[in-house]
C-alpha cells in the first residue's frame, strides 16, 4: 500500500465500523453494509474479515451477520472516562421522559454528523422510533443536527451549507434554503421543531447542550406523535428542554477535567 492509499483504507474501516454500530441492534450482512458505505461488497467484506481479526467486529457463524467486537468495547471504556457524559445525563433524560411522557435521548456532534449515544423511554404508548442509541444524521437533519447546526457561528454554518448536500437522501424539505429558514426559527425560539421531515407524523424537538468553550457540542431531544405536538403544547416542551438542557451544560461544567 502506498502512502496515497493510506488515508483511503483509513475512511473506509471507519465508515464500515460505523455503519455497523448503527445497524448493532439487529446486526448487518455484508451486502447491507457495503450499501451503506458504498463500498464493492468484496472490499467490504475483505475490509471486515481483517476487523474481525483484530477484535473490532465481530460475526454471526449463523447469520453470516457482523457486529462491534470486544476490542472495541476495551478502547471505548478507556476513552469513557474523557468522553462519556451519559452518567450525568441519566437523571436529565429521565425527568424530561417522566414530565413530558414522551422518548427522551442525548445526542452527540461528530463532525459534520450527530450520533445517539444515550435514552430514556416514556411513558405514553404511541412512539416514533426514528431515533435509537448509535443511529447517524448529519448536521441539519433531525432535532439533535438541526438545533446543533443552528448555534454554531455563521460563518462554520455557511462552510457547511457550502459542502453539504443532504437533499438527495434526506430530501428536499432539507435544502440548503429550507434549512436555513429552520436555522433562523430554532435561534428566535432557542429549541428545534422537527414536524415530521424524516417520518410522517413522528415529530420530536431539542436543545443543544454546551461544552466548557461554549460550543454545542450535544443535544437532548423527545420525540413522539404529531398528536402529542400540537402548538400550544410545544411551547411548553420547548420550555422545558431549554431548561433540562441548560441544566445538563451546567453538570457537564462542573466534571472533573481530564488530565493529560
Known amino acids: 500500500m502506498n502512502e496515497a492509499q493510506r488515508p483511503q483504507v483509513i475512511h473506509r474501516v471507519g465508515s464500515l465500523l460505523r455503519a455497523v454500530a448503527a445497524l448493532e ?14 463500498l464493492a461488497r468484496p472490499t467490504a467484506h475483505r475490509l471486515l ?13 449463523k447469520s453470516g451477520k457482523w457486529s462491534l467486537g470486544p476490542e472495541l468495547y476495551l478502547l471505548g471504556s478507556l476513552a469513557a472516562s474523557r468522553y462519556d457524559i451519559t452518567d450525568r445525563s441519566r437523571d436529565v433524560l429521565r425527568d424530561l421522559a417522566r414530565e413530558t411522557g414522551e422518548s427522551a435521548f442525548l445526542s452527540a456532534r461528530r463532525g459534520d454528523e450527530t450520533v445517539c449515544i444515550a435514552s430514556e423511554e416514556g411513558s405514553f404508548p404511541l412512539r416514533s422510533h426514528v431515533l435509537h442509541i448509535g443511529i447517524r ?3 441539519g437533519v433531525a432535532t439533535a443536527g438541526m438545533v446543533i447546526l443552528s448555534h454554531l457561528p455563521d460563518r462554520e454554518i455557511d462552510d457547511y451549507l457550502a459542502r453539504a448536500d443532504v437533499t438527495g437522501e434526506w430530501g428536499p424539505q432539507h435544502s440548503r434554503e429550507k434549512i436555513a429558514e429552520r436555522i433562523a426559527e430554532t435561534r428566535l425560539n432557542g429549541y428545534t421543531v422537527n414536524p415530521g421531515l424524516l417520518v410522517e407524523g413522528s ?3 431539542g436543545a443543544a447542550v454546551f461544552d466548557i468553550q461554549g460550543s454545542p457540542a450535544w443535544a437532548l431531544s423527545i420525540t413522539g406523535v404529531e398528536s402529542r405536538f400540537r402548538e400550544e403544547r410545544r411551547r411548553e416542551l420547548g420550555e422545558f428542554l431549554l431548561r433540562e438542557a441548560h441544566r445538563l451544560t451546567q453538570l457537564l461544567a ?4 481530564s488530565r493529560g
Open 25 to 38: 441492534s439487529s446486526g448487518a450482512s455484508t451486502s447491507a453494509l457495503a450499501r451503506e458505505t458504498g
Open 49 to 61: 474479515v481483517s476487523l474481525a481479526e483484530e477484535g473490532l467486529v465481530d460475526r454471526d457463524l
Open 137 to 139: 444524521f448529519p448536521l
Open 203 to 205: 415529530w420530536g424537538m
Open 254 to 257: 462542573d466534571r472533573p477535567r
